[in-house]
């Protein structure tokens, strides 16, 4: 079974509006770390935020913001007021802490934005 | 402050040479982590090290695959011989040890075997 699912293979918004990206997990870990990463064309992999298993609150960063929901195990990234700049790829990864998994990011597919102006 | 370095960023070779790929992970970073990215598969991790030790290489397709690091500040990834499957981008991060810490990525080395 993948391990992180990103169902949506690509997403078109309007400048200034937002967008949310879908990302659902399966783990069986209590101790685990999601990320989101963006790639751009030119190829280079860029963090934009975290979120711990254990964290009580969304992390934030900016505008980009993660609504995590560990019952649905789901962990959607949102982005605001959406730029030009922000045509790119986004990636979900998780790392786990278990086992032979320690440390080890799994990414999703990956979900292909574009921004209109 | 630096990020992660990589070398060389593109390559082009034929199939049966040797290929060395470089990285130079984030200084005080003790865990680093080669990626490899192509199409079909997307982002797979070939390897991880903490502290210079290799902790998972069940990513490693084959053997014509290793790495090495020798000290804190420096890995290879070596392919030998290369085949055209294995053109891809390859990725090195590193990150701090605990699990929670963020991997940084370096800007890849776009790799074409002909």
């Known amino acids: 079974a993948q391990k992180i699912t990103q169902t949506q293979p690509g997403m078109f918004v309007q400048e200034k509006e937002a967008v949310t990206l879908d990302c659902t997990y399966d783990t069986s870990d209590q101790s685990y770390g999601l990320f989101w990463y963006k790639q751009p064309s030119s190829g280079e992999m860029i963090f934009l935020i975290y979120?711990?298993?254990?964290?009580?609150q969304n992390a934030t960063e900016g505008r980009y913001s993660l609504n995590f929901q560990k019952a649905r195990k789901s962990a959607n990234l949102v982005i605001s007021a959406s730029q030009l700049g922000d045509s790119a790829m986004y990636f979900c990864a998780m790392r786990e802490v278990g086992g032979t998994s320690y440390g080890k990011l799994t990414f999703g597919q990956g979900t292909i934005l574009t921004v209109h102006p | 402050d630096a990020g992660v370095i990589q070398s060389p960023r593109h390559e082009v070779t034929e199939m049966g040479q040797e290929v060395t790929l470089r990285c130079k992970p984030i200084?005080?970073?003790?865990?680093l982590f080669w990626y490899r990215q192509t199409m079909m598969r997307g982002l797979e991790l070939l390897i991880y090290?903490?502290?210079?030790?290799?902790?998972?290489d069940s990513g490693m397709p084959e053997d014509r695959f290793s790495a090495k690091m020798p000290n804190a500040s420096f890995s290879t990834l070596k392919i030998q011989p290369s085949e055209p499957r294995d053109s891809a981008v390859y990725f090195c991060a590193s990150s701090l040890a605990t699990f929670a810490e963020t991997q940084y990525f370096g800007p890849g080395t776009r790799l074409l075997v002909l």
């Open positions: 090290f903490n502290n210079n030790v290799p902790i998972d």
């Open positions: 979120q711990g298993s254990y964290d009580e």
């Open positions: 200084s005080g970073h003790n865990s």
